[in-house]
């Protein structure tokens, strides 16, 4: 699995998802990222940011449908003197939010596959050699992150036990202010390891060469041609803008957007597990 | 011939009053160095010389001259003596760029802009020599200790240094890691590589040594290591009554770390004035039976019982807990908690801490910083003590120090669980000796017995 091949499909991914305000290719975009995700790790070890991606996503859905009381089709009301959620509840406003969620939650699952399915030096080494050191670094950042929770846990779990309990916001102070000082140390530690062996002495070069496949070309070609005629088929007319308000009705549909997002499954057939 | 010269060097970390270094002169020959000396003497601060880390990592001042072979060490930045120093430090999870070991390995040459070939060339020669061919391809987390380490000296070995530097490189690892690592490290003078190793356990390494260092408050002095002579054991410490009461108990607990089970049905207890001293390898439930016992992880299945006592935990991780602006500071909050009146000037005395007490904990070596969590958890009177290898790190006199005070626990009453490496503070402290291994127990003979 070649980086800039799933770099060119996460773009399409996103930039499809963002462009359109039809919920019909936006759903389609996000079973795309789904099966897509699915083939690449597998359902088990997608269950926690399936589970992230869903909460936030219902938390779009619900903030538009308490906050835009706009719409004709009225589900129920709150007095409008109840503060911020007084006001009509309606249809047009929960589909708008749903739409808004189905972009959120597509645009993290297409974009998941760079952390779930590639390691760091896979992604380094398919960056042009200008930014090889800056991504270098930010991958040995990264690698800090997994540190950082496991210090939370360890300094919470040892200061409850010196007698340490949360009151109030500035009793967190022992717990957040040795994480933040661990971290700190061991960004400097990592950093000192890494001047240690001639990083930013000078141009670098990589051990493996990222290797373009058939497949990946495959891949390359499926989501070039995805964008390129969705874009047609937003410049001709044929994959319309919808909106809700005033009142509901069903989005448009056209066999050639309808094309270039089923497209973007092309990888739930060229992905193996890697699990 | 001279590997390295230092002549009248004096370095002074940025902001510290007193030198890190004082006016050291040495001379390092090719072959094995070793370097000794007490937590906190300068040993880090020397070793970083070697490599300019000090002063151009660190910054702060310096005068004198030191010279690496042919490089002035105070005019030649770190990545490019890079080239010729290999430097493996104490801590293996916090040197590591990539998730992938032959690629880890790689980091080195790639920063030196070789061709893709002799990366591979030298990746391989250094996985070999490092004893670790087989797992060129494996992910780095899921390495033990001992294998991380010695992924860290293949990572220094592919940019073929003609100075191996280790700075207590066994420190973090269990007695077989650090077995095969040192040997691993020694193995390099056959290969015709100086080696600069600081140890605390010299015992493996003295046979083979050529030179040796003592730095003690920043004095640097070199003496024959024909003459060293392995410090003599704490010995038994012996109790002033027998153990009473049962504090904490274990009934048929099964545990997990994440999706794996780690104890499986553990049957267990523990009396008050008991020392009760886990071993067994990383990764085998140690410290999960720790935190079963002080409650800070709930059993998957059984019971687990204790009295409503005061628990004193030293984690697996001290010194991250350590956060208050003197080492004094940390005692007497502790102390505030348990609402005891003891004087923190106490246990600052009874673990050699006087000298560093009103110093900021975070500044201190790690040893100093080991000694300082101890002394963070252990005041006043807790009824049960559990930690978790509270040697790590530390000399012979500190190791003492921490004999003497867990004694003093003991007989006061308080119910202690070790998990540790150290056979010498279980030879000195342990009534029983229990080995985790496999997500299960079985009760040894402890070492002073068998003797």
Redesign the interface.
Do not use: C, K
């Given at each position: 699995m070649n980086a800039r091949a799933v770099a060119a499909w996460v773009a399409a991914c996103i930039l499809i998802v963002l462009f359109t305000t039809n919920p019909i290719y936006k759903t389609l975009v996000l079973a795309a990222a789904f099966t897509a995700l699915a083939a690449g790790v597998g359902l088990r070890r997608m269950r926690g940011v399936l589970i992230g991606v869903a909460l936030i996503a219902l938390f779009a859905t619900l903030l538009n449908f308490v906050s835009a009381h706009l719409g004709s089709t009225v589900l129920f009301s709150l007095p409008a003197q109840v503060p911020a959620v007084g006001g009509p509840y309606t249809l047009e406003a929960l589909v708008f939010g749903a739409t808004g969620g189905i972009t959120i939650a597509a645009a993290i699952l297409s974009a998941a596959p760079f952390s779930m399915l590639l390691?760091?030096?896979e992604v380094i080494d398919a960056l042009p050699a200008g930014l090889s050191r800056t991504g270098?670094a930010i991958?040995?950042s990264l690698?800090l992150v997994p540190?950082v929770a496991t210090?939370f846990a360890?300094?919470n779990?040892?200061?409850?036990?010196?007698?340490?309990r949360p009151r109030g916001p500035r009793s967190w102070a022992?717990i957040v202010?040795?994480?933040v000082?661990?971290s700190v140390?061991?960004s400097i530690?990592?950093?000192?390891?890494?001047?240690?062996?001639?990083?930013?002495?000078?141009?670098?070069?990589?051990?493996?060469?990222a290797r373009i496949r058939w497949r990946d070309w495959i891949l390359i070609a499926a989501a070039s041609t995805s964008v390129a005629l969705f874009l047609v088929s937003h410049a001709a007319g044929w994959a319309s803008d919808w909106y809700p308000y005033p009142t509901l009705s069903i989005p448009a549909l056209d066999a050639r957007p309808l094309a270039a997002c089923l497209l973007l499954f092309a990888p739930a057939l060229l992905w193996r597990s890697r699990s | 011939m001279a590997v390295a010269k230092l002549e009248r060097l004096t370095y002074w970390y940025p902001g510290a009053p007193e030198p890190a270094l004082r006016d050291a002169c040495l001379q390092v020959e090719e072959g094995l160095t070793v370097v000794a000396g007490p937590s906190g003497g300068g040993k880090s601060t020397l070793l970083r010389v070697f490599?300019g880390?000090v002063p151009?990592?660190h910054g702060g001042r310096i005068a004198g001259s030191a010279r690496v072979f042919d490089s002035d060490i105070t005019s030649t930045?770190?990545?490019?003596l890079?080239?010729s120093v290999?430097?493996v430090?104490q801590?293996p999870?916090?040197?590591?760029?990539?998730?992938?070991v032959?690629?880890e390995v790689?980091?080195?040459?790639?920063?030196?802009?070789?061709?893709?070939r002799e990366?591979?060339d030298r990746?391989e020669e250094a996985l070999n020599a490092a004893g670790i061919a087989l797992l060129a391809a494996r992910t780095v987390r899921t390495l033990s200790g001992g294998e991380r380490q010695r992924v860290?000296l293949a990572?220094?070995l592919a940019?073929r240094p003609r100075l191996v530097v280790l700075d207590e490189p066994t420190s973090q690892l269990d007695p077989r890691g650090a077995e095969i690592m040192l040997a691993a490290a020694t193995s390099l003078v056959a290969r015709g590589r100086s080696v600069v190793i600081a140890e605390h356990r010299l015992e493996r390494l003295m046979p083979s040594a050529r030179a040796m260092v003592v730095v003690d408050g920043g004095r640097v002095e070199g003496v024959d290591p024909g003459s060293w002579r392995r410090p003599p054991a704490s010995g038994r410490v012996p109790r002033n009554a027998p153990p009473g009461g049962e504090v904490w108990s274990l009934a048929a607990a099964t545990a997990a770390f994440g999706d794996r089970v780690v104890l499986a049905g553990v049957d267990l207890s523990g009396r008050s004035g008991e020392v009760v001293a886990l071993c067994g390898p990383n990764g085998g439930g140690k410290t999960t039976l720790l935190?079963l016992i002080?409650g800070?992880l709930a059993p998957l299945a059984g019971r687990v019982e204790r009295r409503p006592v005061r628990?004193a935990?030293l984690?697996?991780?001290?010194?991250?807990?350590?956060?208050r602006p003197t080492v004094r500071a940390e005692v007497a909050?502790?102390l505030d908690?348990?609402r005891e009146h003891d004087r923190p000037e106490a246990i600052l005395e009874e673990l050699g801490l006087t000298a560093v007490a009103g110093r900021y904990p975070?500044d201190l070596s790690s040893g100093e910083r080991q000694r300082a969590a101890l002394a963070?958890?252990l005041p006043g009177r807790p009824g049960l003590v559990l930690l978790d290898e509270p040697t790590r790190g530390m000399d012979a006199a500190a190791r003492n120090a921490l004999v003497g005070l867990v004694a003093r626990l003991r007989d006061q009453g308080a119910a202690v669980v070790l998990a540790t490496h150290d056979a010498e503070l279980r030879a000195a402290l342990a009534d029983r000796v229990i080995e985790v291994a496999d997500g299960s127990v079985s009760e040894t003979v402890p070492e002073a017995a068998s003797r």
């Open positions: 390691a760091s030096h270098t991958a040995a690698n540190a210090s360890e300094v779990e040892a200061q409850r036990l010196r007698g340490w022992e202010v040795p994480v000082l661990t140390e061991g530690q990592l950093a000192e390891s890494m001047e240690a062996r001639g990083f930013g002495s000078g141009p670098r070069t990589t051990f493996t060469r | 490599n880390l151009h990592f930045p770190t990545r490019e890079a080239r290999g430097f430090f801590d999870e916090l040197q590591t760029v990539y998730d992938v032959d690629r790689a980091f080195g040459p790639e920063n030196m802009g070789l061709p893709r990366i591979s990746v860290a990572s220094a940019m935190r002080a800070a628990i935990y984690p697996q991780n001290p010194t991250a807990m350590l956060h909050m502790t908690r348990s975070r963070a958890v």
